[in-house]
């Protein structure tokens, strides 16, 4: 990565103090994008806990714990809706006239309580008995792709079994026709690699077009999966929209696809670094339960955007009104006035991560995500040989709102 590659840097606000100005840009800095986790290690060693960044048109970065847990739970200083909500629905408008209808990651973007309103209906299809339902096809799923690659002796394994399997979940969850696979996929990959907003955009509206006769048709004829039981339920005491679907697809494609891929990568990567946790995993199945939970610690990926809604001071930290700041939650999990040696795996932690964020957006899907990672350590470490990274194809990163693994070459013997 070149310095060419990181956005220009613009000029430090008057009211930010020099000392708590950092150079990090959350999408290029190379060292991120060559190794996430230890870059961000060197972050919490080197930048303050909560520091202000030139890069990316200047932010705040809330790097330590104790800011991140206070601000995801302060949702009236700490606003999800990025651009105030009579400015979002002036630049919706303009956009809409020339690009059509624009659908919304509803309720992820919203504050209470507008969040509470359309995040509510999805309470019960998220709840552990309808996920726990869904248990044995994600078991079958996982070891059909694991008999498919088991004698190969290597894989590329973000494609061969972190990408198929959640996206066959999700079509499976949703209702929607498993011969439109490989259509899906190629919007996954479309959405991975959107590196700005028309082309996000445009992936959503593809993403809605390819759902919505499926969509319709749950309407008038109801099966047993997500769309038809999101039919049924009421927003404000009033029947859902077709555009109040279309929403809530785009919010399960976006937060159900990216961040179970994410977690299987970089928690098998680190089992491939690790061949005696793989032997003691093997030879104490209950264990993996504890393992997949300090994964996720340890390997915290997603980082959150907020707007600071008013003037204010912050954890001893001066903001002002709309400055952009993001939870940077991979920090907050390796903070070591946290956790004690916050870079080492140690399943007997007992204090508990903040993967799946705190306060009123906690992420809807974590009991989904849980039970997708843990089936796939169980089957893959029962029925694969002991693995490691292919030492002629070292695993690739990128940065950004998430911490993701490109690609993740593991080999063995057969």
Not at 249 to 256: C, E, H, K, P, T
Request: charged share 25%; hydrophobic share 40%.
């Amino acid at each position: 990565m070149t310095e060419s590659k990181l956005s220009a840097a613009v000029a430090t606000p008057d009211h930010v103090p020099a000392s708590l100005v950092y150079d990090f840009d959350y999408y290029h800095d190379p060292a991120l994008c060559a190794d996430p986790h230890m870059r961000v290690m060197d972050l919490l060693k080197s930048a303050p806990p909560i520091f202000w960044t030139p890069r990316n048109n200047g932010h705040w970065v809330l790097a330590g714990h104790s800011a991140n847990f206070e601000a995801a739970r302060d949702v009236e200083a700490f606003s999800s809706e990025i651009f105030p909500r009579d400015q979002m629905a002036e630049l919706l408008a303009q956009l809409e006239e020339t690009m059509g209808r624009i659908p919304l990651a509803v309720p992820i973007n919203l504050d209470p309580p507008m969040h509470t309103k359309y995040r509510q209906p999805l309470q019960k299809v998220f709840s552990p008995k309808t996920i726990n339902a869904l248990s044995g096809s994600i078991r079958a799923l996982a070891v059909e792709l694991i008999d498919e690659i088991v004698d190969k002796g290597q894989c590329e394994f973000m494609t061969a079994m972190a990408e198929p399997l959640p996206v066959q979940v999700f079509l499976k969850m949703l209702g929607l026709p498993l011969e439109r696979l490989a259509e899906y996929r190629e919007l996954v990959s479309e959405h991975l690699s959107s590196v700005d907003s028309s082309n996000a955009i445009l992936t959503m509206q593809k993403v809605v077009a390819a759902m919505r006769d499926t969509i319709i048709e749950r309407r008038d004829n109801p099966q047993d999966d997500i769309l038809s039981m999101l039919w049924k339920v009421e927003i404000d005491g009033a029947p859902v929209s077709l555009e109040d679907m279309e929403n809530y697809a785009i919010l399960l494609f976006i937060a159900g696809l990216d961040t179970v891929m994410q977690g299987m990568g970089h928690g098998f990567r680190h089992l491939a670094l690790n061949p005696d946790l793989q032997d003691e995993l093997r030879a104490e199945p209950e264990k993996i339960k504890q393992a997949s939970e300090e994964m996720l610690r340890r390997y915290t990926f997603t980082v959150p955007p907020r707007r600071v809604s008013r003037d204010m001071e912050f954890q001893g930290v001066s903001m002002k009104k709309d400055e952009r700041a993001l939870l940077y939650l991979p920090a907050a999990d390796l903070d070591a006035r946290e956790f004690a040696e916050p870079d080492s795996f140690n399943m007997s932690r007992e204090r508990a991560h903040i993967a799946f964020n705190a306060g009123p957006h906690r992420c809807l899907g974590s009991h989904l995500a849980r039970v997708e990672l843990q089936i796939v350590y169980e089957e893959f470490l029962a029925r694969m040989p002991k693995f490691k990274l292919d030492p002629k194809r070292p695993p690739t990163f990128h940065g950004g709102h998430v911490l993701g693994v490109d690609t993740l070459h593991l080999v063995w013997e057969v």
